[in-house]
């Protein structure tokens, strides 16, 4: 490892790691099921991937996790795909999200901002009762366990309820944020049949008002399962014609009913980002997302009672399923429904600030974007409650680390966590009785066999290699929608090291048990067998003050070549002249590798990227290569197609 992490950023004291929640647990995990009283926890981690039924059994006996029917054993079958979870057991996720009404039924369950940024509060007793009310509603409409609910939402307390009750009466909830287009939100609801739509008449975003409902009526029109629709009057229109009002499903006073679902009973289906084709529909389980995020949020991210959880996101995205789950830690959790990056770069942090966020979740291109724009948070906002600020999206630059611990507090817990929308959690990341290291993630997630692994299976360290995990997770997807023979879940997974998951990323595990990311291992750039993720140059390049953003590809030529150009995206007023030029090789050549240095720099219009904010390397690489744009993307998955003309221009003079 290099000597710059010789020294932690940041060490817990002893008294934090003490109040940990992490701590607490291991101690009690050490009394009632044999698990190692010392040796921290690198010992408890050992202990939970080598025990997986012993350690999952506790943590559902920790959080106290209500199961209505007994289950027989805790993992039936362990084989990976079709491992098979708690069987026999029933219970209800959304019965545990409101169980906290009834010691704070008068305190915010849910903390509501938009760009006007005055926080409103929906208490506990508020919550309950609403959910309560369309739980029936959706009972009436003939709504059944297993029926299909989607949502076409903006991040507003509406969507958190339409989930929950949806949960309550074992339906399966999908939802697109609004900023996606009606061909985007149809290659993922059509594939699951909707039988009911919640959707807005528009949102609020950037200062503007933006009208939805000729989108609406588009997706009314070609949802052809749909029973019911209900309108949300964000922008105080009047329900279209045919549409259920929102307000008369929510008004009634009446206790929540909780179907009670097998463990395995699908909760939901996310969405991949579809940049090559259909969307993948993944489906995860009630009782599977209910243990993963009791244990991702309650130990790893140390959230209780007294706790504000905000992570800037929206519906189209897992982090905000994930965020809706700090409901089942008794948690109060803060919808931001608005730009990032409004009225100015430093919103997030004044959203922070005016809800008393104690753990703050963001992503590692805001953090860049904020110090790129010289914002100074501890400076402008009062942040004294932040304990935590994680990230993810991407992996966060060691800069990323250095100047959220100047620029924040130096005594600041810094996650940098890394999962992905097929398991709905994190791999590796908070940890909070760990040093963090600048550029590291803190460790594997409990439960969580992480390993990095070479093409032939034999496991690294202080290497990078394949991100894989050698035993189920209970939130790994139940399967695919639409897969009768399970064959797109097994080849998304399972067909480089059979029975073993790999994700797709590259990682190095260190030998003092931290995780780096170094990006997507189908782009990763290989020049003379040496491999480096594109991650590693981006964040090198983007200190230069010239590149906004950029984008690098790796591209096998007929003749045994390898073009390896880089796109750059400038900042206002920049240039790309010789001196800029050779100022980004030269950084490339010093910081990183002389086999990295790229062949051409390109100027671009912009970078493009996925509705979630990720850039598109690989449908590049297939538009460079000569893929019609209509094979080579999925038109609907993409912020801006304009930008991608650009790159079919370009392949189309180098043919």
């Given at each position: 490892m290099s000597t710059e992490n010789a020294q932690?950023?940041?060490?817990?004291?002893?008294?934090?790691?003490?109040?940990?929640?992490?701590?607490?647990?291991?101690?009690?995990?050490a009394e009632q099921h044999g698990a190692p009283a010392d040796g921290g926890y690198a010992a408890l981690h050992s202990w939970s991937v080598a025990e997986p039924e012993v350690f999952w059994k506790a943590v559902t006996e920790w959080f106290d996790v209500r199961f209505s029917t007994p289950y027989a054993r805790v993992l039936g079958d362990r084989s990976m795909p079709g491992a098979s979870w708690f069987p026999g057991a029933t219970l209800n996720y959304a019965e545990h999200a409101l169980r906290a009404t009834a010691t704070r039924a008068d305190e915010p369950a849910l903390l509501h901002v938009d760009e006007t940024h005055d926080p409103r509060p929906v208490t506990w007793a508020q919550l309950r009762r609403q959910v309560g009310s369309l739980a029936a509603e959706l009972r009436?409409?003939?709504?059944?366990?297993?029926?299909?609910?989607?949502?076409?939402?903006?991040?507003?307390?509406?969507?958190?309820?339409?989930?929950?009750?949806?949960a309550a009466v074992g339906g399966v909830w999908t939802s697109c944020a609004p900023d996606f287009g009606a061909r985007s939100v149809l290659d993922r609801f059509q594939q699951v049949e909707p039988v009911v739509l919640f959707t807005i008449d528009g949102y609020r975003y950037g200062g503007k008002q933006h009208d939805r409902r000729d989108t609406v009526t588009e997706l009314r029109a070609e949802l052809p399962t749909l029973r019911a629709v209900v309108h949300i009057p964000v922008l105080g229109t009047e329900a279209p014609e045919g549409a259920l009002d929102w307000s008369a499903l929510t008004g009634a006073d009446v206790e929540p009913v909780f179907e009670q679902v097998p463990f395995d009973h699908p909760l939901w289906v996310l969405y991949s980002s579809g940049t090559t084709g259909l969307p993948k529909a993944i489906v995860q389980s009630q009782g599977g997302i209910l243990v993963e995020h009791l244990k991702q949020l309650g130990l790893h991210c140390d959230l209780g009672p007294e706790d504000r959880f905000f992570w800037y996101t929206s519906t189209g995205w897992m982090m905000w399923n994930f965020l809706v789950s700090g409901l089942l830690t008794g948690t109060t959790v803060v919808l931001y429904d608005g730009s990032p990056g409004y009225p100015d770069t430093g919103a997030q942090w004044r959203v922070a600030e005016l809800t008393r966020a104690t753990l703050y979740g963001t992503s590692a291109a805001y953090v860049m974007a904020c110090r790129k724009a010289e914002v100074h948070p501890s400076r402008d906002y009062d942040l004294s409650s932040v304990r935590c600020v994680a990230t993810t999206g991407s992996p966060l630059p060691p800069d990323g680390?250095?100047?959220?611990?100047?620029?924040?507090?130096?005594?600041?817990?810094?996650?940098?966590?890394?999962?992905?929308?097929?398991?709905?959690?994190?791999?590796?990341?908070?940890?909070p009785t760990l040093p963090v290291y600048i550029g590291e993630l803190q460790a594997p997630g409990l439960g969580t066999d992480l390993q990095s692994w070479d093409p032939s299976g034999e496991p690294l360290t202080d290497e990078v290699g394949e991100l894989v995990v050698t035993n189920p997770m209970p939130s790994m997807p139940i399967y695919f929608w639409n897969d009768p023979d399970g064959s797109r879940y097994h080849d998304s997974y399972f067909d480089t090291y059979p029975g073993v998951?790999?994700?797709?990323?590259?990682?190095?595990?260190?030998?003092r048990g931290s995780v780096v990311i170094h990006g997507r291992s189908d782009s990763t750039l290989n020049r003379q067998g040496v491999r480096m993720g594109s991650a590693d140059i981006y964040e090198a390049v983007e200190r230069l003050p010239e590149i906004k953003e950029s984008l690098v590809i790796g591209l096998e030529q007929p003749d045994g070549g390898y073009w390896m150009p880089l796109f750059v995206h400038l900042t206002p007023g920049a240039t790309l002249d010789d001196a800029l030029l050779g100022r980004i090789k030269q950084t490339i050549r010093e910081q990183l590798s002389p086999r990295h240095v790229p062949d051409e720099v390109i100027e671009v219009p912009g970078i493009p990227h996925t509705l979630t904010g990720k850039r598109i390397e690989v449908p590049v690489k297939r538009l460079l290569q000569g893929t019609p744009l209509d094979k080579a993307v999925n038109v609907g998955s993409i912020d801006n197609l304009d930008l991608l003309h650009f790159y079919e221009d370009l392949a189309r003079k180098r043919a």
């Open positions: 932690p950023l940041w060490q817990p004291d002893s008294e934090r790691i003490a109040d940990a929640r992490i701590t607490k647990f291991q101690t009690w995990a009436a409409l003939g709504v059944r366990p297993g029926d299909r609910v989607s949502g076409y939402l903006p991040n507003i307390p509406e969507a958190v309820v339409a989930l929950l009750a949806t680390f250095r100047w959220l611990h100047d620029e924040v507090r130096d005594d600041l817990w810094i996650a940098s966590v890394s999962g992905g929308t097929d398991v709905c959690s994190c791999f590796a990341g908070a940890v998951w790999r994700h797709g990323d590259w990682i190095t595990v260190t030998s």
